[in-house]
C-alpha cells in the first residue's frame, strides 16, 4: 500500500462523453461537471496519481491537467498534457515553495539586469516548457492549429 491523497484530472467534457463507461470503470470517486470541462476525484490516490486515467489520455492523446496533494515523501503539484505543434507534451510543476523562494532570492539579488533577466527567463521555460492553456475541444480551432 502506497502514500494516498487527494488527486483529480481534468478533461474538455466531450471526451468524458466519449470515453465516459471506460473512465467510470476506472472506479474513481466521483466526477464533476464544470461547464466545458469535467473533474474526475481520488481522494485516496496512490502517491497523488489516477495512474489509469493518466495513461487512457497519454494513450488517447487526450489534453488533461492533474493536480494532486502533498503526500509524504513529496510536495503538491500539477500535471499538463498538451498538443503542442502536434506533439503531446506532459509536464509536471511541484508546489516547492521552499525552493522557489530561494531561486527568487538568487534572481533578485543578481546585479546585472542582463543576467537576472536570463535567469528569470531560464526558470521560466523550467517552470512551463510550453504555453499551458486551457483544455479544447478537438474540433476548435485552436486544437486543430496546435495538432
Known sequence: MGDRTYAEVRIHKHYYDRHKEEIDEMGYDEAEEDGDEVTVKD???NYGSLEALES???QNKIEYDRRW???GDYSAGNEYARIVNGEYKVHDIYDDGDAVLGEL???LNEKDPTKREEL??????????FEITPLKAPQSIDFIKNA
Not at 528569470?120 to 516548457?129: A, G, Q, S
Open 43 to 45: 481522494y485516496e490516490a
Open 56 to 58: 487512457f489520455c497519454q
Open 69 to 71: 496533494e502533498a503526500g
Open 105 to 107: 532570492k538568487t534572481i
Open 120 to 129: 528569470l527567463n531560464k526558470r521560466i521555460k523550467e517552470l512551463e516548457p
